[in-house]
Protein backbone atom coordinates (compact mmCIF):
# COMPACT_ATOMS: atom_id res chain seq x y z
CA UNK A 1 0.00 0.00 0.00
CA UNK A 2 1.58 3.42 -0.55
CA UNK A 3 1.18 6.51 0.89
CA UNK A 4 -2.23 8.40 0.44
CA UNK A 5 -2.50 11.18 -2.10
CA UNK A 6 -2.57 14.19 0.28
CA UNK A 7 0.37 12.57 2.97
CA UNK A 8 2.40 15.98 3.68
CA UNK A 9 5.88 15.85 3.20
CA UNK A 10 7.79 16.05 5.85
CA UNK A 11 9.28 18.77 7.24
CA UNK A 12 12.57 19.35 9.47
CA UNK A 13 12.86 23.01 10.86
CA UNK A 14 15.15 24.43 13.63
CA UNK A 15 16.59 25.37 16.08
CA UNK A 16 13.24 25.10 17.65
CA UNK A 17 13.22 27.03 20.67
CA UNK A 18 15.46 29.80 21.43
CA UNK A 19 16.77 28.19 25.07
CA UNK A 20 16.77 24.79 24.75
CA UNK A 21 18.41 24.59 28.19
CA UNK A 22 15.06 26.11 29.44
CA UNK A 23 13.46 22.97 27.88
CA UNK A 24 15.87 20.50 29.59
CA UNK A 25 15.03 22.26 33.08
CA UNK A 26 11.46 21.54 32.32
CA UNK A 27 11.89 18.15 31.63
CA UNK A 28 13.84 17.42 34.96
CA UNK A 29 10.68 19.62 36.44
CA UNK A 30 8.50 17.32 35.61
CA UNK A 31 10.02 14.52 37.15
CA UNK A 32 9.71 11.38 37.74
CA UNK A 33 8.13 9.71 34.87
CA UNK A 34 6.32 6.80 34.66
CA UNK A 35 6.51 4.17 31.92
CA UNK A 36 4.91 4.24 28.11
CA UNK A 37 3.05 1.21 28.44
CA UNK A 38 1.32 2.47 31.69
CA UNK A 39 0.82 6.61 30.67
CA UNK A 40 -0.63 5.62 27.32
CA UNK A 41 -3.38 3.24 26.85
CA UNK A 42 -2.85 3.35 22.78
CA UNK A 43 1.01 1.82 23.37
CA UNK A 44 1.24 -1.07 20.96
CA UNK A 45 4.64 -1.68 21.30
CA UNK A 46 6.42 -4.04 24.27
CA UNK A 47 5.73 -3.62 27.62
CA UNK A 48 8.47 -2.76 30.19
CA UNK A 49 11.06 -1.26 27.71
CA UNK A 50 12.26 1.78 29.56
CA UNK A 51 10.81 4.14 27.54
CA UNK A 52 9.42 6.44 30.11
CA UNK A 53 6.80 9.59 28.99
CA UNK A 54 4.48 12.49 30.20
CA UNK A 55 2.00 14.58 28.90
CA UNK A 56 2.37 18.14 29.61
CA UNK A 57 -0.52 19.92 27.60
CA UNK A 58 -3.52 17.85 26.91
CA UNK A 59 -7.35 19.20 24.85
CA UNK A 60 -4.62 23.02 25.46
CA UNK A 61 -5.00 22.66 29.04
CA UNK A 62 -1.28 23.43 30.57
CA UNK A 63 -0.52 19.73 33.32
CA UNK A 64 2.69 21.33 33.35
CA UNK A 65 2.70 25.06 33.81
CA UNK A 66 6.59 25.38 33.26
CA UNK A 67 5.61 23.73 29.59
CA UNK A 68 2.90 26.24 28.79
CA UNK A 69 5.62 28.56 26.84
CA UNK A 70 6.57 25.96 24.75
CA UNK A 71 3.14 24.62 23.94
CA UNK A 72 2.81 28.14 22.27
CA UNK A 73 6.04 28.40 20.63
CA UNK A 74 5.28 30.39 17.24
CA UNK A 75 7.87 28.11 14.79
CA UNK A 76 5.48 25.63 15.65
CA UNK A 77 2.56 26.90 14.48
CA UNK A 78 4.58 28.51 11.32
CA UNK A 79 5.73 24.60 10.54
CA UNK A 80 2.37 23.24 10.74
CA UNK A 81 0.66 25.58 8.91
CA UNK A 82 3.72 25.55 6.55
CA UNK A 83 3.67 21.57 6.18
CA UNK A 84 -0.17 20.95 6.09
CA UNK A 85 -1.09 24.08 3.93
CA UNK A 86 -3.41 25.03 6.38
CA UNK A 87 -5.05 28.40 7.30
CA UNK A 88 -5.83 27.62 10.77
CA UNK A 89 -3.71 25.85 13.73
CA UNK A 90 -5.03 24.84 16.83
CA UNK A 91 -2.33 23.16 19.49
CA UNK A 92 -4.13 20.49 21.24
CA UNK A 93 -1.27 18.16 23.05
CA UNK A 94 2.48 18.50 24.41
CA UNK A 95 4.23 15.45 25.49
CA UNK A 96 7.71 14.37 26.52
CA UNK A 97 9.05 10.83 25.96
CA UNK A 98 12.48 9.90 27.78
CA UNK A 99 14.21 6.84 26.17
CA UNK A 100 17.19 4.92 27.58
CA UNK A 101 18.94 2.19 25.75
CA UNK A 102 16.32 0.07 23.99
CA UNK A 103 15.47 -1.80 21.33
CA UNK A 104 13.87 -0.83 18.42
CA UNK A 105 10.23 0.80 18.87
CA UNK A 106 7.96 -1.25 16.08
CA UNK A 107 6.49 0.55 12.89
CA UNK A 108 3.58 2.09 13.42
CA UNK A 109 1.05 4.72 12.96
CA UNK A 110 -0.34 7.19 15.80
CA UNK A 111 -3.74 6.77 16.76
CA UNK A 112 -6.41 8.69 13.92
CA UNK A 113 -8.54 11.25 14.98
CA UNK A 114 -12.40 11.80 13.53
CA UNK A 115 -15.43 14.16 14.03
CA UNK A 116 -17.96 12.89 16.34
CA UNK A 117 -15.37 9.99 17.59
CA UNK A 118 -12.96 11.17 20.41
CA UNK A 119 -11.14 8.73 21.68
CA UNK A 120 -12.12 9.18 25.14
CA UNK A 121 -15.52 7.14 24.48
CA UNK A 122 -14.05 4.80 21.52
CA UNK A 123 -11.73 1.84 21.97
CA UNK A 124 -8.05 2.75 20.65
CA UNK A 125 -8.64 -0.27 18.35
CA UNK A 126 -11.87 0.51 16.81
CA UNK A 127 -9.91 4.19 15.58
CA UNK A 128 -7.12 2.63 14.17
CA UNK A 129 -9.65 0.39 12.07
CA UNK A 130 -11.30 3.23 11.18
CA UNK A 131 -8.44 5.01 10.18
CA UNK A 132 -6.94 1.70 7.98
CA UNK A 133 -10.43 0.74 6.16
CA UNK A 134 -10.00 4.44 4.39
CA UNK A 135 -13.72 4.84 5.16
CA UNK A 136 -13.91 7.43 7.39
CA UNK A 137 -11.81 10.29 5.31
CA UNK A 138 -14.73 12.46 5.35
CA UNK A 139 -14.61 12.54 8.75
CA UNK A 140 -10.68 12.30 9.60
CA UNK A 141 -9.29 15.53 11.67
CA UNK A 142 -5.92 16.17 9.85
CA UNK A 143 -3.08 16.11 12.92
CA UNK A 144 0.26 18.19 12.78
CA UNK A 145 3.09 16.77 14.64
CA UNK A 146 6.16 17.81 15.62
CA UNK A 147 8.57 15.92 17.05
CA UNK A 148 11.42 18.01 18.82
CA UNK A 149 14.66 15.86 19.93
CA UNK A 150 17.49 16.53 22.31
CA UNK A 151 19.84 13.58 21.89
CA UNK A 152 23.26 13.17 21.24
CA UNK A 153 23.75 9.88 22.55
CA UNK A 154 24.48 6.40 20.62
CA UNK A 155 21.30 5.85 17.96
CA UNK A 156 17.93 6.68 18.54
CA UNK A 157 17.15 8.07 14.90
CA UNK A 158 13.96 8.70 13.64
CA UNK A 159 12.49 6.51 11.01
CA UNK A 160 9.88 7.30 8.51
CA UNK A 161 8.39 6.40 5.25
CA UNK A 162 6.85 9.09 3.59
CA UNK A 163 6.75 7.73 0.18
CA UNK A 164 4.76 4.45 1.69
CA UNK A 165 6.05 0.96 2.79
CA UNK A 166 7.26 -0.14 -0.26
CA UNK A 167 9.71 2.86 -0.90
CA UNK A 168 12.86 3.80 1.22
CA UNK A 169 12.78 5.29 4.21
CA UNK A 170 13.89 8.35 5.37
CA UNK A 171 16.13 9.04 8.83
CA UNK A 172 16.64 11.62 11.32
CA UNK A 173 19.29 11.06 12.96
CA UNK A 174 21.96 12.00 15.92
CA UNK A 175 23.04 14.27 17.19
CA UNK A 176 19.64 16.08 16.65
CA UNK A 177 19.23 19.24 19.43
CA UNK A 178 16.71 21.49 19.19
CA UNK A 179 16.16 20.00 15.69
CA UNK A 180 12.02 19.31 15.00
CA UNK A 181 10.39 17.31 12.28
CA UNK A 182 6.76 17.97 11.03
CA UNK A 183 4.78 15.41 9.53
CA UNK A 184 1.27 13.37 9.46
CA UNK A 185 1.92 10.49 11.79
CA UNK A 186 -1.20 8.89 12.65
CA UNK A 187 -0.68 8.00 8.31
CA UNK A 188 3.47 7.99 7.48
CA UNK A 189 4.39 4.83 8.84
CA UNK A 190 7.86 5.78 11.29
CA UNK A 191 9.46 4.24 14.18
CA UNK A 192 12.69 5.02 17.20
CA UNK A 193 15.79 2.63 15.66
CA UNK A 194 17.58 1.23 18.29
CA UNK A 195 18.88 3.61 21.16
CA UNK A 196 22.25 2.92 22.94
CA UNK A 197 24.89 -0.58 23.02
CA UNK A 198 22.99 -3.28 24.10
CA UNK A 199 24.93 -3.90 26.56
CA UNK A 200 23.72 -0.86 28.44
CA UNK A 201 19.83 -2.14 27.76
CA UNK A 202 18.01 -3.45 30.69
CA UNK A 203 17.68 -7.35 31.42
CA UNK A 204 13.98 -8.07 30.27
CA UNK A 205 11.80 -8.41 33.45
CA UNK A 206 13.28 -5.38 35.32
CA UNK A 207 10.82 -3.12 34.77
CA UNK A 208 7.37 -3.20 35.88
CA UNK A 209 3.74 -1.14 36.35
CA UNK A 210 5.70 0.53 39.47
CA UNK A 211 9.33 1.38 38.06
CA UNK A 212 9.71 5.63 37.60
CA UNK A 213 12.35 7.43 35.84
CA UNK A 214 13.90 10.07 38.76
CA UNK A 215 16.72 13.14 37.76
CA UNK A 216 20.07 12.35 39.28
CA UNK A 217 22.96 14.02 40.34
CA UNK A 218 25.39 16.03 37.08
CA UNK A 219 22.32 16.44 34.92
CA UNK A 220 21.99 11.94 35.10
CA UNK A 221 18.88 9.64 35.43
CA UNK A 222 17.70 7.13 37.68
CA UNK A 223 15.46 4.23 37.08
CA UNK A 224 13.71 3.04 40.93
CA UNK A 225 11.15 0.99 41.93
CA UNK A 226 9.71 1.65 45.23
CA UNK A 227 13.32 1.69 46.93
CA UNK A 228 15.29 -0.19 44.75
CA UNK A 229 17.54 1.71 42.24
CA UNK A 230 17.83 -0.27 39.34
CA UNK A 231 19.88 1.64 36.99
CA UNK A 232 21.94 4.86 36.75
CA UNK A 233 22.40 6.43 33.17
CA UNK A 234 24.67 9.41 32.30
CA UNK A 235 22.56 12.40 30.37
CA UNK A 236 23.89 11.67 27.20
CA UNK A 237 22.08 8.19 27.50
CA UNK A 238 18.88 9.44 27.55
CA UNK A 239 17.22 9.97 24.14
CA UNK A 240 14.77 13.37 24.74
CA UNK A 241 11.79 14.02 22.17
CA UNK A 242 8.97 16.31 22.51
CA UNK A 243 5.71 15.27 20.75
CA UNK A 244 3.87 18.00 19.87
CA UNK A 245 0.39 17.90 18.19
CA UNK A 246 -2.08 20.26 16.58
CA UNK A 247 -5.68 20.20 14.63
CA UNK A 248 -4.63 21.61 10.94
CA UNK A 249 -7.36 23.03 9.95
CA UNK A 250 -7.48 23.75 5.85
CA UNK A 251 -9.77 26.79 6.06
CA UNK A 252 -12.64 28.61 8.12
CA UNK A 253 -15.28 26.31 6.59
CA UNK A 254 -13.38 23.27 8.31
CA UNK A 255 -13.07 24.96 11.41
CA UNK A 256 -16.67 25.54 11.24
CA UNK A 257 -17.60 22.19 10.49
CA UNK A 258 -15.25 20.61 13.29
CA UNK A 259 -16.66 23.31 15.42
CA UNK A 260 -20.33 23.48 15.16
CA UNK A 261 -21.00 19.25 15.16
CA UNK A 262 -22.85 19.35 12.10
CA UNK A 263 -21.32 16.31 10.81
CA UNK A 264 -20.15 14.19 13.41
CA UNK A 265 -19.76 11.03 13.30
CA UNK A 266 -22.05 8.51 16.04
CA UNK A 267 -22.09 5.04 16.79
CA UNK A 268 -24.94 4.09 14.33
CA UNK A 269 -23.30 5.64 11.21
CA UNK A 270 -20.09 3.92 12.08
CA UNK A 271 -21.47 1.04 12.34
CA UNK A 272 -23.89 0.94 9.20
CA UNK A 273 -20.90 2.52 6.99
CA UNK A 274 -18.85 -0.98 8.48
CA UNK A 275 -21.37 -3.13 7.90
CA UNK A 276 -22.08 -1.67 4.25
CA UNK A 277 -18.55 -2.42 3.60
CA UNK A 278 -18.31 -5.71 5.06
CA UNK A 279 -21.56 -7.00 2.84
CA UNK A 280 -19.64 -5.60 -0.41
CA UNK A 281 -17.28 -8.34 0.56
CA UNK A 282 -19.25 -11.04 1.58
CA UNK A 283 -18.68 -10.77 5.47
CA UNK A 284 -20.99 -10.50 7.97
CA UNK A 285 -20.27 -8.60 11.54
CA UNK A 286 -21.35 -9.75 14.69
CA UNK A 287 -23.96 -8.15 16.34
CA UNK A 288 -23.56 -4.98 18.55
CA UNK A 289 -25.31 -3.20 21.25
CA UNK A 290 -21.78 -0.71 21.55
CA UNK A 291 -19.67 -0.89 18.04
CA UNK A 292 -17.61 2.09 20.02
CA UNK A 293 -16.38 -0.77 22.53
CA UNK A 294 -17.57 -4.21 21.71
CA UNK A 295 -14.23 -6.21 21.49
CA UNK A 296 -15.55 -8.92 19.14
CA UNK A 297 -17.37 -6.29 17.05
CA UNK A 298 -14.01 -4.12 16.69
CA UNK A 299 -12.00 -7.56 15.95
CA UNK A 300 -14.37 -8.46 12.82
CA UNK A 301 -14.13 -4.97 11.45
CA UNK A 302 -10.48 -4.53 12.11
CA UNK A 303 -10.15 -7.64 9.91
CA UNK A 304 -11.84 -6.59 6.52
CA UNK A 305 -9.87 -5.30 3.69
CA UNK A 306 -9.62 -1.42 3.46
CA UNK A 307 -11.71 0.25 0.54
Not at 50 to 57: I, R
Not at 263 to 288: C, K, M, N, W, Y
Amino acid sequence: MGPRPDLPKPLRFGPVFDDPEAVLRCVRAGSPYRLQSVVDRTYAGEEYTPWFKAYWVVSGKPLLPEAEPLFREPRLLEAAAQCFGAEIIRPQVLMVNLQAPMPASAVHLDMPHFRGAPARTHAPELLYAMGRSGLFERWAIRIASALVWFHRGIGGAFECWPEGPERASQLEAPPLWNVGLLADNDRMLHRTQEIGPPEARLPHGVLRDSSELHTADEGGWKIRDGGALLRRYPAEQLRISLLWKAHALADAEEARVLDSGSDDLDPQRIETIFAQHAREHGVALPPTDDPRTDPDWIHAVAALPPM
